[in-house]
């Protein structure tokens, strides 16, 4: 079978990619940040085709930024760059969560089934990578420019009292661009030690590129050099970040993610080969825009998949916007329908709690869900959104007892994305354009238009399927730090005056 296919393998947001093999199967973990349940676990048999599997937690800390609570959020943080590692029949995953000041580390011995263990280091140690070397000593690099190792107990569960704790790279910036060097990656191959980092250059062309380093001892001297440095030809965006694996047959290659805007961070597959004991990504740097794989590309499999919400549990592809209140939330209430109930008040749809999410994908995709909105209150909202920062909304408000389907946008500041992360939620949505509305059922619809960085979504409703009406203006999208993840469609009921009312969704239609 011809298997060949474009980068990005997944055009979708699948950040901070680390990878694993074990035997003929490969595991990958990525950063799903605020999102509960959190660290999707996805598994592929030849690197192209991937499926989430399982996650590594349902919640990660019940504390105020992660239940929206007291004008508290996480957005922005919460797990960040995974690093997935298979050791004595274990498999491990590390990260580091800002907002609480922790590094976790959990363990397990099956990784699509669970259940997993849990264990924290107090403070964070950033983007680390562990390393389990071959004299039964452990090992996590981590660090921003200045990367450093730290000794852990061999069953990886503390840091190892009096064990080695130094810098090993002063400054890892040899671009000379005055460049940002974080997302460590470390592996013993051929007997020598790798540590894969990715560059944010200041100065120059302002690519992200892919930095290595090499030493012939875990603490020893470390030289460096650029392995990877091209965009694919998409608006100057680098390359870069993530692990290496190499297949049974003896071929290394790399998964790495590109920044494509609005859409969000999307993986790339790359060759590796060697050369005089370095790496060659891709054939001298150059990522191409094919690779050879198995099979045929099977698109986003259950990343991002449809639901007519028939069973009891939710599929593997959505997430809830931070911790779900499952108190507040059904699929058995109304088989064959999802219901949001509003248990607490809410200034807009990113203080909202119970809001369902999964992502979009590019070039282009569609959305549309059915709403029944008989049993809203006054002040309530319901639909479907395009989730970031900068978000838009087509729904229903319920006020003065009357109904009406509305398309409302949050409004975009001119403050820098640095500025947004000291944002609280809750900011007005500004309403656009809305109709009223007589009957109980409507159909909401979202088209997302990511291609070549166009970024744009527009909004529809009917009140017979099919029978589409466009509202409001079509929003530009924005992707935003202080979000720091791609767009999603995103289910959700919130309350502005009352808790007590409820909505149901009848399915989420994908194209």
């Known amino acids: 079978m011809d298997g060949n296919l474009t980068n990005p393998i997944i055009w979708a947001d699948v ?35 991937w499926k989430i599997v399982s996650y590594v937690y349902d919640v990660l800390d019940n504390s105020e930024s992660f239940t929206l609570q007291n004008g508290k959020h996480a957005y922005g943080q919460g797990s960040w760059a995974g690093c997935l590692r298979y050791h004595n029949g274990i498999y491990y995953v590390l990260f580091a969560a800002n907002n609480t000041d922790k590094t976790y580390i959990f363990q397990t011995r ?17 983007d680390a990578s562990l390393l389990f070397d071959e004299d039964g000593r452990v090992y996590m690099i981590y660090g921003a420019s200045s990367i450093k190792i730290i000794e852990l107990t061999a069953d990886a569960k503390a840091i190892k009292p009096g064990g080695l704790d130094k810098v090993i790279i002063e400054d890892a910036d040899i671009s000379g661009t005055k460049s940002i060097a974080e997302g460590s990656h470390i592996y013993k191959i051929f007997g020598m030690y790798y540590i894969f980092i990715i560059g944010w250059p200041r100065t120059g062309s302002g690519k992200r590129i892919q930095l290595c380093y090499r030493s012939d001892k875990i603490d020893g ?90 069973g009891t549990c939710l599929g593997l592809q959505w997430q809830w916007n931070h911790n779900p209140d499952n108190d507040y939330w059904s699929l058995i209430k109304r088989p064959g329908w999802l219901r949001l109930e509003n248990g607490s008040i809410a200034r807009s749809l990113t203080d909202a709690r119970n809001t369902l999410t999964q992502r979009s994908f590019g070039p282009r995709c569609s959305g549309f869900a059915l709403l029944d909105v008989s049993n809203m209150q006054n002040g309530d909202f319901a639909g479907l959104a395009a989730l970031q920062d900068y978000y838009g909304f087509v729904g229903v408000k319920m006020a003065e007892d009357k109904k009406y389907v509305v398309m409302r946008a949050a409004p975009q500041t001119k403050a820098s994305a640095r500025e947004q992360h000291k944002y609280k939620t809750g900011i007005p949505e500004e309403e656009i354009m809305s109709v009223p509305l007589e009957q109980d059922f409507v159909y909401l619809k979202i088209d997302f238009n990511f291609e070549n960085a166009i970024d744009e979504a527009e909004f529809y409703y009917a009140l017979q399927e099919g029978e589409w009406i466009k509202i409001g203006d079509i929003l530009k999208m924005s992707y935003r730090l202080s979000h720091f993840t791609g767009y999603r469609f995103a289910l959700f009921n919130f309350a502005t005056l009352n808790t007590g009312g409820y909505a149901d969704f009848d399915f989420l239609r994908i194209r």
């Open 15 to 49: 950040p901070d990619p680390d990878i694993i093999r074990v035997g003929d199967t490969y595991y990958m973990v990525s950063t799903t940040m605020y999102f509960s349940p959190g660290c999707p676990v996805m598994k592929s048999k030849d690197l192209v085709n």
């Open 221 to 310: 001297l470390y030289e460096g050099r650029i392995v990877l440095d091209d965009s694919m030809g998409f608006h100057n965006a680098g390359v870069a970040q993530g692990g290496i694996v190499c297949t049974p047959d003896g071929n290394f290659y790399g998964l790495l993610f590109q920044d494509r805007e609005a859409v969000g961070r999307v993986p790339v597959l790359v060759t590796v080969k060697w050369k005089d004991g370095w790496p060659i990504f891709a054939f001298d740097g150059a990522a191409p825009g094919y690779i050879n794989a198995s099979e045929k590309h099977g698109g986003i499999s259950n990343i991002v998949r449809a639901d007519e919400f028939d």
């Open 110 to 126: 099956s990784i699509e089934k669970g259940p997993w263990k849990k264990y924290i280091f107090e403070g964070i140690y950033h």
